[in-house]
Structures are given as C-alpha cells and as structure tokens.
C-alpha cells in the first residue's frame, strides 16, 4: 500500500483530474487486488462505462439484499451481460437467514439501519477483504456526509477507497449520459431518479432532491457503506445504531 502522505498527495492532485484518468490510475496500481461496486442505478452509469474502456475487468461487486425491484436485476443483467462485467453478488451473512425470515416484511420498515447493516455492510467488509483498493461511485453533491469525502481515502483496515465522480454533479451524470448515449435504470422516467430497495424507495417530483425517494420520511439518508458503520467491525460496535437488540438474537 502507498504510505499516507502520499495518499493525501495524490489525493489533492486528483481533484484536477477527470474521473476516466483516476479509474486508470487505480487499476494500473491495484489490478488485480481491486474491486469496485455498484448498484447499477442510473447515475451508475458513467462509472460503469468508463470501466470498460479499461484493459483489465475490474469486478464488479453488486450487493443482492433480496429487496430489490425486479427492474433493478434485470437492468444489472442485461448491462452485465452487453458490457462484459464480471459481476460478483454478495449477500447477506446466512447465520443471519433465520432472523431476516422471521422480520422480513417489518425488518426494513422499522429497523433499517440494522436491515442495511445485515444486507449491505456485511457481505462488502466481508467482500472487501480480499482486495487492496475499491472504487466506488459516490458524489459531494448527493448527502452532506458524502461532501466531506476525499478522492482517496485509507481506511483503518489498509483498504483505499478510491471516489473518481467526487467532484461531478448530478448536472455532469446528465452530459456525460447523453454523450455516451447510455442507458437508463427501467424506473428512472417513473420518478425514481435514485434506486434503492424497493420497501425503501420511493418516486419524486421532476425539481426534488435526486435521493430525496430513499428511506422517504426517515431519519436516513446513508445505506451505511459510506458512512462510519462502515469501519465498525462487528454488530456489537454498531448496537447503539439499531432499534432491535442484537444481543439478544439468537
Ligand atoms: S435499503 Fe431498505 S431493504 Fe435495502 S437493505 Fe437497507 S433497509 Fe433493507
């Protein structure tokens, strides 16, 4: 791994560059220890094909909740499939199958951070394990805690997190789909400008905020991929975050 100082370096200098030469540079220094993810929405897109004019298939890690809209898995086929990805899903730890079967319809209405931690934050730490550096599509202007990201990020584990569309607006997303002529997610002209799980996504109006249709009327905003639930190691370091009590789940 590169020292810190020059990680904070390079980091500084990438906020010049264009998001195809900082996806260059990450698989010319990781391949093939590198991995990015994606939820194969519509603002996806220009990550996904700037990644295919790359000489080496980077996988592509989609994370399968079971709660997705069935538009999503056939969308993530169909590009997998025309772009050539090497898609990997993960899933949920199955230690956990038991008590997801039991709360399945109320788990992600009344307790969704435990729901996106069990379904998305696990199988990815568990994911990432195996990989030096992951790239990821996240922006400055989605969430307030995604403004406060770096290009490059160390995290505590020796993983870089590598953000190449930091600097890109939602305007940026809208040219360079049109430039490329690429397509988008099936709900994208129903409304649904962000596309998460389908019991936690909702459509918007044409002039509100492009997440403002995710975890709707919750305090939530963030899947937890992106925030600190991310470095916590284990459930227990996240409890205090959860609505049910994990330690008494058997
Ligand atoms: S987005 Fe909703 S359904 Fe999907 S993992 Fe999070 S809480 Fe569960």
Redo the contacts with the bound molecule.
Sequence with gaps: MLPEHEISRLSEEFETKTPLEIVQWAADTFWPEIAMSSSFQTQSMPLLHMVTHLKRAIPVFFID?G?HFWETLMFREKIAAEWKFNVIDLYRDPRWDLFVRQNIRT??LED?NL??YL??VQPMQEALKDVKAWISGIRRDQTSNRAQASILELQDNGLLKINPLLNWTKADVQKYMEEHNLPKHPLYEKGYKSV??A??TVAIGANDDERAGR?AGKDKVE?GLHTDMFHKKDIVDVQNQFKTDMTKVK
């Design positions: 909740t709660y788990l992600p969704p729901c996106c379904h998305k998460g799980c019991p936690c975890w899947c």
